[in-house]
C-alpha cells in the first residue's frame, strides 16, 4: 500500500547520552530514520539531550529540540508543534520508556498523536516478563522454567521451586542491567534485591539458567502486509551466559544446522507476526541446545536495536531507513533496494563474506572492577571487521581494537603460564579468545577448551589453524624464505605483517616489503547485500587477498578522513560527528570524500555519507594500502581524536600530505618538554613540569616542582594512567604502574595547582586569523578531567581579565604552532593569573557541544580552512546564546558497583548530555555549583 498521506509531521524520540548498554547505534538509527522520512516531504522534529550526536544537527531534521528525555519536555513540544506522529522505535530502551510513560500519563491521546511502527500493547508484550512467557507458550514454543516476581518473597519462592543455577532478568532495563547469574543459594538473596532495584516496574524473572547452551540473534522487517524478511543471522561466539553486547559476534552462524535454522526463521517470523500493530524493525534472541538443537526464544526487542546498526553494516541493508518508511504505511516491495538501486527492499541479503564483531572494554578505567562478563554488558565499544573467511574477519577485529594488538596473538602479549589461561578460559573476561589461542599453543585439548567455555569446537579448530600456521613461521629466518603460496594463505587467514614478522624475530618492513616484492597485496570488495548477484550503486568496501579488485580508483581528486575506530571512554561519538561533517565539506568542496573506519555504530560508516567506505581497521598496514590505492590529495587526522593523531608520525615518514596542521605542529603540541619551552618563549604561564623516563628521574623532577604533581604517560587517551600524587611513596607507585603497562612512553611531571579553576577554549585558525568558538568554564575545579567535568557556556565567574588572557595566549599558540584548522586548549586559573595546561590540535571532545549551543557549522568551516579553499573571513560566525549552555557529564558507574566513583585526572564518564539555562539562578546550576564547593572542601 502507499504511505499514509494523513502523516504530515513525525517526532524522534532519541537515546540520550552515551552509557553502557545504549550507545551511538542509536544516532546511526535516529539520524537514518531522520534522513528517509524527509525523503517522503515529513517534517521532522527530534528530541535529544546528546549534543556529541548527528542526529541533534540541522542537517538531519527540521526542528530539534535539545532537552531532557522527560514527558514535560514532550509536552512543550507538542505545545510549540503540530505532531501527527510519534516514532519511538529509534532510540533505544530509553525511548520505548519514554513513550510508554508518555501514554500512561495521556499525552499521546490528549495532542491527537499517534504512535507508529510499534503500538504500546506490543513494547508491553516484549517487556513484560511473564506476558511474553505466556505469549510464546501460547504458540507452541519451549521456554526455560521461570517464574515472575514482584517482590523480594516472591523470588525466594521462585528460586526453591525452580532450583539452581538461575538467571535473574528484571523488566524494562537496558544492557542487562541488574541481571545475573546465581549459582549458589547464598548469593541470591543480594543478587535479587539488586536486580528488583533495577527494574522501574520492581519485576524479575526468575528463570532457570541454560548455561552452555549457544546464542543467535536475528534481525527482521515486518510491513503492514505481514510481509517479513530475515535480514541477518548472527551466531555469539560465547555461549549463553555472557551479554550479547558483550559476546564475540559472526554472520553468517557458523554453526547452525539447516533444520535448526529453519525452525529459527519459522519461530521468529511467528513471534513478530503475533505482536499485533508492528511495522519496521525487529531484533530476536534465541538460545540453542548444543545436543539436541532444542531451540527456546529469549527475547524480542520490537525496536531498532544494538545489533541493528550492526546487521545493517554487515550486510549493506540500512534497516533504519526502510523501517522508517514501513512506519509510514509503505510495503517492502514497493521499496527499493538502496544498495542495488534496481531491485526490492523485500528480498534477503546474501553474505559472501564474513563479519566478525568484537566489543572494546575499558577496564582500566574501572580500578577495582570485576573483568568477569555475564549478562551485565560492561563493554564501551565494538568494532566490526569484514573478510573472506572467519579467520580474515577475527583477525582483523583484533586489529581493530585499538589496544596495541598486532592480530589473534603471535604479537609478544601471548601468555604462557597454563594455571593463569585455564582460570581465564573458565572465567570469561575481555581477553578470553586471546586466552584461547594461548591454551591450544601451549597444548591443551580441544575437549577440555569446551569444557570450561563451552565455546562451540568449530571456533576452537579454527583458531587451532592459526596455531598450526605458527609453527611453521617459526622455522624461517628471513622474510625471503617465505615462498608466494604460503605467504599469500597467511595473509588470507588474517596475518598482519607485524605478526609474522614477531614470529621470525625480524622487522615488520622486511615483511612488508617482500610481500609486496611478491605481488600479494590487497584486493577491495564490495558490500553489495546480494553477493554479486545484481550490481551494486554504493562504494562500500572492505578488503581481502583475492585475484580480482572491485574498487577501481576514480580520476577526481580525493580527501581521505581518518575515523576513530571503537567507541572508549576518552573518545566517543563525538569524533564521528567531526568526521561526518568534515565528508560533507570535502564533498562540498569538490573533492571525494574518501573514509576510513571500523566502527560499526557510526554515521560515517553509513553507505552514503562518504563516496567511498572502506570498512577496514585503523591500523597502519591497511591505512598504507588503501592510500596506495587511492593516491589521495592527502589525509586528515584533525576529526579521529588522539586515534587518528597518533598515526601523523607515520604519514609523515612515507610523505603522505596531512591536510590541515602539519606533523611538525602536532607533534609540538604533544611533545611535552618541545611544548613548555614553546609557552616559555612566548611568556605564557604554565606549570613547572618535567620528563622522566624512569622512577629515580621522575622523584628528582617531583622534588624540583614540588608536590602535590600530577603524573602521567606521554600520548594517551582520556587522561588515561593520571595521578595526583603528594608524596614520594605515591609518586614511585605510579609511575611503576605507568612503567609496567606502558614501557615505551614516557612520564610526565607536572606540578599541581591546587584550588585552581579550570576553563578551555575551542578555536579555529586559518593561518592569518583565529576564531574562537567558545571559551567554557568547568564547574568542577582544576585536577578534575575536563571530560569528567560540567563545562559552561560561556563563562559564569571568570573575570574580564582572565578571558582576555585565555584569548591572548589562544591566538599566540594558534599562531606560534601554525595551526590551520581545529585547536583545543585547557587553562587553570589561580589568583586571577592564566596558566596553559595543554593545547590539542585536533577537533575536542567539546568542538558538537559549542557548535550546537551556538547553532554554528564550525566543523564545515574547519574542514574547508584545513583544506585551504576558504579562510575564515569568508564566513560570519556569530557567538550568541540566550542564557547558558551546560555540558553535563553521565557516567555508568552502576555497571561497575565496587569501582572507586570519586573523580579526578582520569576520565571516567561514558558520554555526555546538553542542558540550556536563563540565568544562574536555576536550581539546575545551583545544585552543580554546590558540588563543586564539596570538591574544593575535600
Not at 597444548?443 to 596455531?467: N, Y
Request: hydrophobic fraction near 40%; charged fraction near 25%.
Amino acid at each position: 500500500m502507499p504511505r499514509d498521506t494523513s502523516i504530515k509531521s513525525i517526532l524522534i524520540i532519541g537515546s540520550g547520552p552515551i552509557i553502557i548498554g545504549q550507545a551511538c547505534e542509536f544516532d546511526y538509527s535516529g539520524t537514518q530514520a531522520a534522513r528517509s522520512l524527509r525523503e517522503e516531504g515529513i517534517e521532522v522534529t527530534l528530541i535529544n539531550s546528546n549534543p556529541a550526536t548527528i542526529m541533534t544537527d540541522p542537517v538531519t531534521a527540521d526542528h530539534i529540540y535539545l532537552k531532557p528525555l522527560t514527558v514535560e519536555s514532550i509536552i512543550e513540544i507538542l505545545e510549540e508543534r503540530q505532531i501527527d506522529a510519534v516514532l519511538p522505535t529509534m532510540g533505544g530502551q530509553t525511548a520505548l520508556n519514554l513513550a510508554i510513560e508518555t501514554d500512561k500519563r495521556g499525552v499521546w491521546e490528549k495532542y491527537g498523536v499517534r504512535m507508529i511502527g510499534v503500538d504500546i500493547n506490543a513494547i508491553e508484550l516484549t517487556e513484560n516478563r511473564e506476558m511474553f512467557k505466556k505469549h510464546v507458550v501460547a504458540m507452541g514454543m519451549e521456554v526455560a522454567p521461570s517464574q515472575i516476581a514482584n517482590s523480594f518473597l516472591e523470588g525466594m519462592e521462585a528460586a526453591q521451586k525452580i532450583g539452581f543455577p538461575l538467571v535473574l532478568r528484571p523488566s524494562y532495563t537496558l544492557g542487562g542491567t541488574g541481571g545475573g547469574f546465581v549459582h549458589r543459594k547464598e548469593d541470591f538473596e543480594e543478587a535479587l534485591r539488586r536486580a528488583l532495584n533495577a527494574s522501574p516496574t520492581h519485576e524479575v524473572l526468575v528463570e532457570k539458567a541454560v548455561l552452555g547452551w549457544k546464542e543467535f540473534e536475528l534481525e527482521l522487517l515486518r510491513d503492514d502486509n505481514d510481509n517479513v524478511v530475515i535480514i541477518c543471522t548472527v551466531e555469539n561466539l560465547d555461549p549463553m551466559g555472557i551479554h550479547t553486547g558483550d559476546s564475540i559476534t559472526v554472520a553468517p552462524a557458523m554453526t547452525l544446522s539447516d533444520r535448526c535454522y529453519q525452525q529459527m526463521r519459522n519461530d521468529a517470523m511467528q513471534m513478530m507476526r503475533s505482536l499485533g500493530n508492528f511495522a519496521g524493525g525487529c531484533n530476536v534472541q534465541f538460545a540453542q541446545n548444543p545436543v539436541d538443537e532444542q531451540l527456546i526464544p529469549i527475547e524480542i526487542n520490537p525496536r531498532v536495536s544494538r545489533s541493528s546498526a550492526l546487521a545493517s553494516k554487515a550486510t549493506g541493508y540500512p534497516i533504519a531507513k526502510i523501517a522508517a518508511k514501513l512506519a509510514i504505511g509503505y510495503t517492502l516491495d514497493e521499496l527499493k533496494n538502496q544498495i542495488t538501486k534496481t531491485t526490492s527492499a523485500y528480498f534477503e541479503p546474501t553474505l559472501d563474506y564474513v563479519i566478525v564483531k568484537m566489543p572494546r572494554w575499558n577496564f582500566d578505567k574501572f580500578h577495582g572492577s570485576d573483568h568477569r562478563l555475564g549478562l551485565q554488558m560492561k563493554s564501551v565499544g565494538e568494532v566490526m571487521a569484514i573478510g573472506r573467511t572467519f579467520l580474515e574477519a577475527l583477525q582483523k577485529a583484533c586489529q581493530s581494537q585499538e589496544n596495541g594488538r598486532m592480530g589473534l596473538g603471535a604479537d609478544k602479549k601471548e601468555w604462557i603460564r597454563t594455571e593463569d589461561i585455564m582460570q581465564r578460559l573458565e572465567e570469561a573476561s575481555d581477553d578470553r579468545i586471546y586466552r584461547l589461542k594461548d591454551a591450544l599453543r601451549l597444548g591443551v585439548p580441544a575437549r577440555t577448551i569446551k569444557k570450561l567455555t563451552h565455546i562451540d569446537p568449530w571456533f576452537t579448530s579454527q583458531i587451532k589453524r592459526l596455531v598450526k600456521y605458527e609453527e611453521q613461521i617459526i622455522r624461517f629466518n628471513v622474510a625471503e624464505d617465505l615462498d608466494y603460496n604460503f605467504l599469500k594463505e597467511l595473509k588470507q587467514v588474517g596475518y598482519s605483517d607485524a605478526q609474522i614478522a614477531w614470529l621470525m624475530r625480524i622487522k615488520e618492513e622486511q615483511v612488508t616489503k617482500h610481500r609486496k616484492k611478491l605481488g600479494i597485496r590487497r584486493t577491495y570488495k564490495l558490500v553489495d547485500t546480494c553477493a554479486a548477484e545484481f550490481e551494486a550503486q554504493t562504494p562500500y568496501y572492505y578488503s581481502t587477498f583475492d585475484d580480482e579488485n572491485e574498487s577501481i580508483p576514480s580520476d577526481k581528486k580525493k580527501i581521505v578522513v581518518l575515523g576513530s575506530g571503537p567507541n572508549r571512554i576518552g573518545q566517543g561519538i563525538e569524533f564521528d560527528y567531526c568526521c561526518v561533517h568534515g565528508l560533507l565539506a570535502i564533498k562540498d568542496a569538490g573533492y571525494e570524500a574518501i573514509m576510513i573506519n571500523c566502527n560499526p555504530e557510526t554515521v560515517s560508516t553509513d553507505f552514503d555519507v562518504a563516496d567511498k567506505l572502506y570498512f577496514e581497521p585503523i591500523f597502519w598496514e591497511h591505512i598504507e594500502e588503501i592510500l596506495e590505492h587511492e593516491q589521495p590529495e592527502g589525509v586528515i587526522v584533525q576529526l579521529g581524536g588522539q586515534t587518528a593523531l597518533k598515526l601523523a608520525e607515520k604519514f609523515h615518514e612515507k610523505g603522505i600530505k596531512i591536510i590541515g596542521t602539519s606533523y611538525e605542529s602536532m607533534d609540538l603540541a604533544e611533545n611535552r618538554g618541545a611544548f613548555s619551552d614553546l609557552l616559555k618563549e612566548l611568556d605564557i604561564p604554565y606549570p613547572e613540569y618535567g620528563a622522566a623516563e624512569d622512577a629515580d628521574e621522575a622523584l628528582t623532577i617531583a622534588n624540583r616542582v614540588t608536590y602535590p604533581v600530577l603524573v602521567r604517560p606521554s600520548y594517551v587517551l582520556g587522561g588515561q594512567r593520571m595521578r595526583i600524587v603528594i608524596n614520594d611513596e605515591e609518586l614511585e607507585r605510579s609511575v611503576l604502574g605507568i612503567l609496567k603497562h606502558m614501557p615505551d612512553n614516557k612520564i610526565l611531571i607536572d606540578q599541581f595547582l591546587e584550588r585552581a579553576k579550570e576553563a578551555e577554549i575551542d578555536a579555529i585558525c586559518d593561518g592569518e586569523n583565529v576564531h574562537i568558538m567558545g571559551i567554557m568554564e568547568h564547574i568542577e575545579p582544576a585536577g578534575i578531567h575536563s571530560g569528567d567535568s560540567s563545562a559552561v557556556l560561556p563563562p559564569y565567574s571568570l573575570s574580564e581579565n582572565v578571558i582576555d588572557q585565555m584569548k591572548k595566549y589562544t591566538e599566540q599558540l594558534a599562531f606560534a604552532l601554525k595551526i590551520k584548522g581545529l585547536i583545543n586548549i585547557q587553562f587553570a586559573i589561580k589568583d586571577e593569573k592564566v596558566y596553559v595546561i595543554e593545547a590539542n590540535p585536533r577537533g575536542s571532545r567539546t568542538t558538537p557541544f559549542i557548535a550546537k549551543a551556538y547553532q554554528q557549522p564550525y566543523l564545515k568551516i574547519a574542514t574547508l580552512v584545513m583544506l585551504g579553499t576558504h579562510k575564515l573571513t569568508d564566513f560570519e560566525m556569530i557567538n550568541e546564546l540566550d542564557g547558558y549552555a551546560i555540558k553535563v557529564p553521565v557516567f555508568s558507574f552502576d555497571k561497575f558497583p565496587n569501582v572507586d566513583k570519586n573523580l579526578g585526572p582520569e576520565m571516567k564518564s561514558t558520554g555526555e548530555a546538553i542542558r540550556f539555562i536563563d540565568d544562574l539562578s536555576d536550581p539546575f546550576f545551583r545544585e552543580l555549583d554546590r558540588k563543586r564547593s564539596m570538591f574544593l572542601m575535600r
